[in-house]
């Protein structure tokens, strides 16, 4: 009974320091161009198009990943570590240069997330 107690501390303490560093709810793709929008300057409304198609891909890989770890995530840690440069690969094709730039210095999240 102790171990379970000490388990269900743990993941609680590993909940809210995610949340409490930006994690807790998953952003919707719109929130994540708009973030993006204030993180880099000069992003056009095509350009936010494309940038919401490629997140909205990404959300569903992501759904689809999850769904098949079956909470198990450690065996698709090397999924999603594709899926994550795969995803930073289309958003810097949509980019400008110096977007790009500014892109590559911004902060990256875990699994599946772009930057913060």
Known sequence: ????MLVCAFVLGV?????????GMRQTPDQQVERLKTQITGITDAQAAK????????????DS???KANGDFQSVMPEMQKMREANSAQIKAIL????QAAFDKLPQRGPGG???
């Open 1 to 4: 009974m102790k171990k379970v």
């Open 15 to 23: 909940s809210a320091a995610g949340f409490a560093q930006g994690g």
């Open 114 to 116: 772009g930057p913060r």
């Open 96 to 99: 400008t240069a110096e977007q």
């Open 65 to 67: 990943l999850m769904a």
């Open 51 to 62: 940038l919401k198609l490629v997140y909205e891909a990404q959300g569903k890989k992501r």
